[in-house]
């Protein structure tokens, strides 16, 4: 059996989740435009140069949802999907994630992205498991409170979550033939090293060197 990992923002998406969802709560007029962009260029920039404070982050990026019933951000998150996301996903992912079900592989998507966001993605792309940031909820009434519980799912919170998903099925990294991580990022690294093959995917300028450097694959899903 072998184990293929997925990143999803600018890995299986053309394009980021977060900053997807952002432009879609601009669009309904949920939240400012002139904050919103300002900020997610500012946290952008710190992911790109790996300077991201996650904690910081998260709190900005949640706060939407605190102010809205799960019902009302249920409904919302429909109409994104088919405004914003599936005219994003590629034929190539589609067909990547496709060919390593096919094989019986174990397959996940690992994300820094919230559950909220990413869990129907990860279903419309057929992905059986997610691990994602979680968001925080009352569990009484669904309503998210607008910070993170338990790790982040980010650079080394991605191992930290995904050992913790291997323990819960009786699981290791070595139980495996293969292992693979898909990933864009250079914030992924640390993951990456994790597995047997890990493969570059449209990356960014430091995962490319470093990718080149080590004899790694590199792939385009566009």
């Known amino acids: 059996m072998n184990l293929a990992l997925f990143d999803l923002d600018n890995t299986l998406l053309i394009g980021d989740s977060d900053f997807e969802w952002a432009q879609f709560l601009i669009s309904k007029g949920?939240?400012?435009?002139?904050?919103?962009?300002a900020k997610n260029i500012e946290f952008y920039e710190h992911y790109k140069a790996g300077t991201l404070d996650i904690y910081e982050f998260l709190i900005f990026q949640l706060a939407p949802l605190t102010r809205h019933s799960?019902?009302?951000?249920?409904?919302?998150?429909?109409?994104y999907m088919d405004r914003h996301i599936r005219p994003i996903i590629s034929q190539p992912a589609r067909q990547l994630v496709a060919e390593h079900l096919a094989n019986g592989d174990l397959c996940?998507?690992?994300t820094a992205t919230n559950s909220f966001v990413t869990g129907p993605i990860a279903r419309e792309l057929g992905v059986p498991h997610l691990i994602a940031t979680t968001a925080a909820v009352d569990a009484a009434n669904?309503?998210?409170?607008?910070?993170?519980?338990?790790?982040p799912s980010f650079r080394d919170g991605k191992i930290v979550r995904v050992e913790s998903?291997?323990?819960?099925l009786g699981l290791w990294w070595?139980?495996?033939?293969?292992?693979f991580f898909y990933s864009d990022s250079h914030n992924d690294l640390p993951l990456m090293g994790k597995v047997k093959t890990p493969?570059?995917?449209?990356?960014?300028?430091?995962?490319?060197?470093?990718?080149?450097?080590?004899?790694?694959?590199?792939?385009?899903?566009?």
Do not use: C, M, N
Request: glycine share 10%.
């Open 30 to 37: 949920v939240v400012d435009r002139e904050l919103q962009e």
């Open 70 to 79: 799960r019902a009302e951000l249920d409904a919302w998150h429909r109409e």
């Open 108 to 110: 996940a998507i690992v």
């Open 142 to 151: 669904g309503a998210f409170s607008g910070g993170p519980r338990g790790t």
């Open 165 to 168: 998903w291997l323990e819960s």
């Open 174 to 179: 070595g139980s495996f033939d293969d292992s």
């Open 199 to 222: 493969v570059a995917v449209d990356p960014d300028d430091k995962l490319r060197q470093h990718s080149s450097e080590l004899g790694w694959k590199i792939i385009t899903l566009r």
